[in-house]
């Protein structure tokens, strides 16, 4: 991410983070040791809860910024 760059243009920012692995599966990988970065080819997110809930918070998110 590029954060660091647009801060030090005096660019507003929000990081908006997703758990996107389910409980149970977070809680196994980690319990093997085997929970991978988000930037890994082993990442494998749950992509339909993720998308389902990312939209439905980032909506809320910027409706109650105003937008």
């Given amino acids: 991410e590029d954060f660091g760059r647009l ?3 005096k660019i507003p920012l929000v990081q908006f983070r997703l758990g996107t692995v389910a409980a149970d599966r977070l809680r196994e990988l980690e319990a093997r040791g085997e929970l991978p970065p988000l930037h890994s080819a082993k990442y494998w997110p749950d992509a339909v809860p993720a998308l ?5 918070a980032f909506v809320v998110a910027v409706a109650a910024a105003g937008g």
């Fill in 7 to 9: 801060e030090g243009e």
């Fill in 52 to 56: 389902r809930a990312g939209v439905r």
